[in-house]
């Protein structure tokens, strides 16, 4: 009879996830109850997580909060040790995509273009996609130091890594707007630098970048894309699991400071 420990087992942590009620987000949630954590979905007034988390019964709790706000994040952090006393894994999901990722023109008939992208809208990408994510690192970051452990998981997106290619937004109606880019590029240093600062601590911190997530995009785009990929095709939301199993449990106890790419080979060209 094999005996060995489960390596990626993470029955009983108490997981963080902000973004949770989002495409991939929801995706991460079911993953994580059907492997026995216990779950705090964060994401704004609008997405209703606390209706979102009824469904999943005891082990999930649901925060409506902003997560660009400092007052929010501590109270956020306030909630999860009232209701159990520590944090072992924060999943920094949540993004700010403005219209222009949706189809539609940005904001008031405004393009994506760098030389007209208006001031207010970087500071809304800037504020919630990067300041967000340092935010709640730094709230709940302070608990895993008190612990001497714990596991981040930060969002980033090959964005941050590589520019977005001009060809894949001809003739359909998609977008991708400065901004993010630059975000997502942040990320990936903030994870750096809090995983070189506190791995002292036995805080791990790294990135996953999803790439081109199958999500009813018009066929137009969808085949630039595919023609874009190496792997030829658009990722399957249920794709990112296999990353957040292993960096939410001790399977990457010596990964640290890494970005984990899922991207079909986007950046690998």
């Known amino acids: 009879m094999d005996t060995k420990?489960?390596?990626?087992?993470?029955?009983?942590?108490?997981?963080?996830?902000?973004?949770?009620?989002?495409?991939?987000?929801?995706?991460?949630?079911?993953?994580?109850?059907?492997?026995?954590?216990?779950?705090?979905?964060?994401?704004?007034?609008?997405?209703?997580?606390?209706?979102?988390?009824?469904?999943?019964?005891?082990?999930?709790?649901?925060?409506?909060?902003?997560?660009?706000?400092?007052?929010?994040?501590?109270?956020?952090?306030?909630?999860?040790l009232e209701n159990y006393g520590t944090v072992d894994v924060l999943i920094n999901a949540h993004q700010f995509k403005p219209k222009g990722f949706s189809g539609e023109k940005l904001m008031s008939g405004l393009e994506v273009e760098a030389e007209t992208f208006p001031e207010e809208l970087w500071d809304s990408i800037m504020n919630v996609n990067l300041k967000g994510a340092f935010l709640m690192c730094r709230e709940l970051g302070k608990v895993m130091i008190e612990n001497k452990s714990g596991s981040i998981i930060n969002f980033a997106s090959a964005y941050g890594i590589v520019s977005s290619n001009p060809?894949?937004?001809?003739?359909?109606?998609?977008?991708?707007?400065?901004?993010?880019?630059?975000?997502?590029?942040?990320?990936?240093?903030?994870?750096?630098?809090?995983?070189?600062?506190?791995?002292?601590?036995?805080?791990?911190?790294?990135?996953v970048t999803p790439h081109g997530v199958k999500n009813n995009h018009e066929k137009e785009f969808?085949?630039?894309?595919?023609n874009l990929s190496p792997i030829n095709r658009m990722m399957h939301p249920d794709e990112i699991v296999g990353a957040i199993l292993y960096l939410s449990s001790t399977a990457s106890s010596y990964t640290t400071g890494t970005n984990l790419l899922i991207d079909g080979g986007w950046t690998a060209w």
């Not at 390596?7 to 902000?18: L, P, Q, R, S």
């Not at 009620?21 to 209703?48: F, H, Q």
């Open 5 to 80: 420990p489960n390596i990626f087992n993470i029955e009983n942590k108490i997981i963080v996830i902000t973004g949770g009620c989002g495409l991939l987000g929801k995706t991460i949630v079911d993953s994580l109850i059907k492997n026995k954590a216990k779950v705090v979905v964060v994401d704004v007034p609008e997405a209703n997580p606390e209706k979102f988390a009824i469904k999943y019964g005891e082990n999930v709790l649901g925060i409506s909060a902003d997560v660009s706000n400092s007052t929010e994040t501590s109270k956020i952090k306030e909630i999860v």
């Open 167 to 207: 060809a894949l937004y001809e003739n359909n109606s998609m977008g991708s707007p400065i901004a993010y880019s630059v975000s997502k590029g942040g990320i990936i240093m903030l994870t750096k630098y809090l995983a070189a600062y506190w791995a002292k601590e036995g805080v791990r911190v790294n990135s």
């Open 222 to 226: 969808e085949t630039r894309f595919k």
